[in-house]
């Protein structure tokens, strides 16, 4: 069975710091790619960030770029992202997902909480 866990989300003052965590079981982690993705109370789901399973390409949304690095460890079965400069608009709860090339998502994990407020 899949699995997708995410931890480490936590309420912050503005530049702040957070390091989140998905910690994945129930299929060979190295061989997909992993995406971040987020939703702000009252809005949509947001992007984030996506990390390839090839070379460990990463990307970004603008909104979050030079602010959040995302990285994995494939020993560990585990995807991070780094949040640096915390802002309140990055208030949200946060997911890590599963990507299916050219399909979207297939596994979400069930989210962790990340306020950013002074």
Same mark, same amino acid.
């Given at each position: ?19 989140? *965590? ?7 982690? *190295? ?39 995302? *990285? ?22 946060? #997911? ?8 979207? #998502? ?13």
């Amino acid at each position: 069975e899949v699995q997708l866990v995410e931890s480490g989300g936590d309420m912050v003052h503005p530049g702040g710091s957070l390091r989140l *965590s998905c910690a994945a079981s129930g299929f060979t982690f *190295s061989t997909y790619g992993m995406s971040w993705v987020r939703q702000a109370p009252g809005k949509g789901p947001e992007w984030v960030s996506a990390i390839t399973f090839v070379s460990s390409d990463t990307y970004y949304a603008d909104s979050v770029k030079g602010r959040f690095t995302t *990285s994995r460890d494939n020993a560990k079965n585990t995807l991070y992202l780094q949040m640096n400069s915390l802002k309140p608009e990055d208030t949200a709860l946060y #997911y890590c997902a599963r990507v299916i090339a050219g399909l979207g #998502y297939d596994y979400w994990g069930q989210g962790t909480q990340v306020t950013v407020s002074s």
